[in-house]
């Protein structure tokens, strides 16, 4: 498939045909990832990284960063 190089702003664009996104399984604004190996471009999906729950609580400080919260007085005739 052949398409050609346009100007976008101060950078140059390929428009992808949409059967080639289905393919690669994206869509508008997704992230891809681009490398240049033996004179070819080639853009890739990036995979999902797992972060276990080990990693999750690695990164956790211990403070509780929830506000306190209240259900206010009742607007209507909703019951509580």
Do not use: C
């Amino acid at each position: 498939m052949e398409t050609r190089l346009q100007k976008w702003g101060n950078s140059d664009g390929i428009r992808i045909p949409s059967s080639l996104l289905k393919m690669l399984d994206v869509k508008t604004n997704d992230k891809v990832e681009l490398n240049y190996e033996d004179n070819k471009i080639i853009i890739t999906k990036p995979k999902k990284r797992i972060i276990s729950l080990e990693e999750r609580f690695a990164k956790f400080n211990g403070e509780n960063l929830s506000k306190d919260f209240t259900w206010d007085d009742p607007q209507g005739k909703e019951i509580w």
